[in-house]
């Protein structure tokens, strides 16, 4: 029974090792370019009051570039927030920086 109960843990450890591999298989470096829609996303700190978003969807069919769209809209800026900056010489100090969107893409 003892031997029964090692071997079913012993399995479980290895298939949960297996389960939590660091590479996600999602990740791609190229685009398929025969039938894609390739779509970035970019915010920039305009003023301290406003942010601009940028989306630029590139539609590739049989490997052209058929069309670009892109979407300019403003948001509300979140402020800055005070965070250490170190600089070539390894010299660090205190500076106020924009505080950044968290971008949340949902793909259906």
Not at 71 to 81: E, F, I, K, N, V
Request: include cysteine.
């Amino acid at each position: 029974m003892r031997k029964i109960k090692f071997n079913v843990i012993i399995i479980l450890a290895m298939t949960t090792f297996v389960a939590c591999e660091n590479g996600n298989e999602d990740i791609t470096n190229a685009v398929n370019k025969n039938g894609a829609i390739e779509t970035a996303i970019h915010i920039a700190h305009i003023s301290g009051e406003h942010d601009e978003l940028i989306t630029t969807h590139k539609i590739w069919v049989r490997n052209n570039e058929y069309k670009t769209i892109e979407h300019r809209d403003t948001a509300p800026s979140l402020g800055t927030q005070i965070t250490e900056a170190e600089n070539d010489e390894g010299d660090t100090k205190s500076v106020s920086v924009p505080k950044d969107y968290e971008v949340y893409i949902t793909v259906k």
